[in-house]
């Protein structure tokens, strides 16, 4: 792979952080792998996005283009009017950064950047999260050159020639932190709840209530809390716990989530599949509360993946009770060998390799597209 210049990797996708990270993951992976590598992130017009390319030293650019899952018919036909300017700005960004391959990480950006990629002959990757593959990447399966997948495809969604089990990047920090032996704090147990960017409102009320309430005032007393609520739950949710004299440390975001694994014993979240993989990395047993509402009910089969390895007890909001949590929260924390046991069952389902696994598909496309060309 030693041309003439370094290496040019285009990534694209977007729209949750759950698209991002895996992407900077690999991102880091292939500069570790080839100093000197030039990456260039087509996404969306989040200023997140841009933030969070921009503390790990990437650049991004973006295309105009819309969801089409899910929409009303007013904004299903403004998504498919504006998709052939989406795939023309994708070609202007392509020829001029000249990517060696281009990898795909979901989210409806996806589609043009991949397709534009595929037209003008450039290797195409795609990444798969979640064990449900969205509507971006299942059209794409048929053109691209290489499915990498997160967790196995057992409902046979992708044509099984072109798929490679990788597992999901998780970034550096987070797989540094995996290597560093962990045991409970002196001041005590701690958990931490993570709802996630969306639907972290029935959650956080749910936990809220199980630590201020009668249900566990007394089971989960000297529990100290983390807790990352979202904007709109983050002023009621410290207050709740300042006035129950619950030792909790809340915001809106973590921006440092290894400080936050790093301290945790038991966690309580939604079920995104960056949240699992990193979970699993770290060994860190789980309470799993999927987003009903996620496309396709994905979440719920993500956590469905880790609790049958034994790491994590899943339970749908609509069955979980104020009481039932309280009462899952204080049986977890309180047996050490229980979260001995179910820790070991993530590291168990972990692939910590994921990232380099990608960069070896992709290194795979890269040496025989040169070795085509004669370079």
């Given at each position: 792979m030693s041309g003439r210049r370094p290496i040019h990797l285009m990534l694209t996708g977007g729209g949750t952080g759950g698209h991002l990270f895996p992407a900077i993951a690999a991102a880091e992976a292939f500069c570790a792998e080839y100093p000197g590598t030039q990456v260039l992130f087509v996404g969306t017009k989040r200023k997140m996005d841009a933030v969070s390319l921009g503390n790990h030293g990437f650049t991004g650019c973006s295309v105009d283009c819309y969801g089409l899952k899910g929409k009303n018919p007013i904004e299903l036909v403004r998504a498919l009017l504006v998709l052939p300017l989406s795939f023309l700005q994708a070609i202007g960004h392509i020829r001029r950064f000249r990517p060696d391959v281009?990898?795909?990480?979901?989210?409806?950006?996806?589609?043009?950047?991949?397709?534009a990629a595929r037209a003008l002959g450039i290797p195409t990757v795609i990444h798969e999260q979640n064990s449900v593959p969205g509507l971006a990447n299942r059209k794409l399966a048929a053109i691209v050159d290489r499915i990498?997948?997160?967790?196995?495809?057992s409902d046979g969604f992708f044509p099984g020639r072109k798929c490679v089990l990788t597992g999901n990047p998780v970034r550096q920090g987070i797989a540094d932190l995996a290597g560093n032996l962990r045991s409970e704090s002196a001041t005590g147990l701690t958990v931490a709840v993570l709802g996630g960017s969306q639907g972290a409102h029935a959650l956080n009320m749910l936990v809220r209530d199980a630590f201020c309430g009668a249900a566990g005032s007394s089971r989960l007393h000297g529990i100290r809390l983390i807790h990352q609520t979202g904007e709109k739950d983050e002023a009621e949710i410290t207050a709740s716990y300042r006035q129950a004299g619950v030792p909790a440390e809340v915001a809106a975001f973590f921006r440092d989530m290894t400080s936050v694994y790093?301290?945790?014993d038991l966690v309580v979240s939604r079920a995104g599949a960056t949240t699992l993989s990193e979970l699993a990395v770290l060994g860190l047993p789980a309470i799993l509360v999927p987003y009903?509402?996620?496309a396709d009910n994905h979440q719920e089969k993500n956590a469905g993946?880790?609790?049958?390895?034994?790491?994590?007890?899943?339970?749908?909001?609509?069955d979980l009770t104020v009481a039932l949590l309280a009462e899952q929260i204080g049986q977890v924390a309180g047996d050490q060998g229980l979260r001995e046991k179910m820790g070991?069952?993530?590291?168990?389902?972990?692939?910590?390799?994921?990232?380099?696994?990608?960069?070896?598909?992709?290194?795979?496309?890269?040496?025989g597209k040169m070795a085509g060309s004669g370079l």
């Amino acid at each position: 792979m030693s041309g003439r210049r370094p290496i040019h990797l285009m990534l694209t996708g977007g729209g949750t952080g759950g698209h991002l990270f895996p992407a900077i993951a690999a991102a880091e992976a292939f500069c570790a792998e080839y100093p000197g590598t030039q990456v260039l992130f087509v996404g969306t017009k989040r200023k997140m996005d841009a933030v969070s390319l921009g503390n790990h030293g990437f650049t991004g650019c973006s295309v105009d283009c819309y969801g089409l899952k899910g929409k009303n018919p007013i904004e299903l036909v403004r998504a498919l009017l504006v998709l052939p300017l989406s795939f023309l700005q994708a070609i202007g960004h392509i020829r001029r950064f000249r990517p060696d391959v281009v990898l795909g990480v979901g989210g409806y950006v996806t589609g043009p950047v991949v397709a534009a990629a595929r037209a003008l002959g450039i290797p195409t990757v795609i990444h798969e999260q979640n064990s449900v593959p969205g509507l971006a990447n299942r059209k794409l399966a048929a053109i691209v050159d290489r499915i990498c997948l997160s967790l196995p495809d057992s409902d046979g969604f992708f044509p099984g020639r072109k798929c490679v089990l990788t597992g999901n990047p998780v970034r550096q920090g987070i797989a540094d932190l995996a290597g560093n032996l962990r045991s409970e704090s002196a001041t005590g147990l701690t958990v931490a709840v993570l709802g996630g960017s969306q639907g972290a409102h029935a959650l956080n009320m749910l936990v809220r209530d199980a630590f201020c309430g009668a249900a566990g005032s007394s089971r989960l007393h000297g529990i100290r809390l983390i807790h990352q609520t979202g904007e709109k739950d983050e002023a009621e949710i410290t207050a709740s716990y300042r006035q129950a004299g619950v030792p909790a440390e809340v915001a809106a975001f973590f921006r440092d989530m290894t400080s936050v694994y790093g301290r945790a014993d038991l966690v309580v979240s939604r079920a995104g599949a960056t949240t699992l993989s990193e979970l699993a990395v770290l060994g860190l047993p789980a309470i799993l509360v999927p987003y009903p509402y996620a496309a396709d009910n994905h979440q719920e089969k993500n956590a469905g993946y880790y609790v049958a390895k034994g790491g994590a007890l899943m339970f749908r909001e609509k069955d979980l009770t104020v009481a039932l949590l309280a009462e899952q929260i204080g049986q977890v924390a309180g047996d050490q060998g229980l979260r001995e046991k179910m820790g070991a069952a993530m590291r168990q389902a972990a692939m910590p390799e994921a990232a380099q696994a990608i960069v070896a598909v992709c290194r795979q496309l890269i040496g025989g597209k040169m070795a085509g060309s004669g370079l």
